[in-house]
């Protein structure tokens, strides 16, 4: 052992490594099991879509509905007679 080097200070270096090595090794195994987890699922997800549809074909999901409620507009009778008569301009061309 060198002179500047005291057994504290090679032994404080020792416990971060060896702190450092196992840290390293605790997050590589949760990322693998949380990869096997999403594998899972997905094979989970395929296997349900193949199940609720006939022949095994892929079925399209379901569509969530994430816009704003549908409204309605209300117009009078003179409203919807020059809609109507917009309408048949424009399928015209003119």
């Not at 997800?45 to 095994?56: D, K, L, N, S």
Request: aromatic share 2%; proline share 4%.
């Amino acid at each position: 052992m060198r002179e500047h080097e005291t057994i504290s200070r090679t032994t404080g270096a020792t416990v971060i490594t060896l702190v450092a090595v196992v840290c390293a090794a605790g997050l590589a195994g949760a990322l693998r099991r949380r990869r096997g987890r999403i594998r899972e699922r997905a094979r989970e997800r395929r296997e349900a879509a193949h199940r609720h549809t006939p022949h095994g074909t892929p079925a399209i999901p379901r569509q969530r509905r994430t816009g704003p409620a549908a409204e309605a507009v209300h117009l009078t009778e003179a409203e919807r007679d020059a809609f109507a008569g917009l309408v048949r301009r424009l399928s015209e061309g003119r």
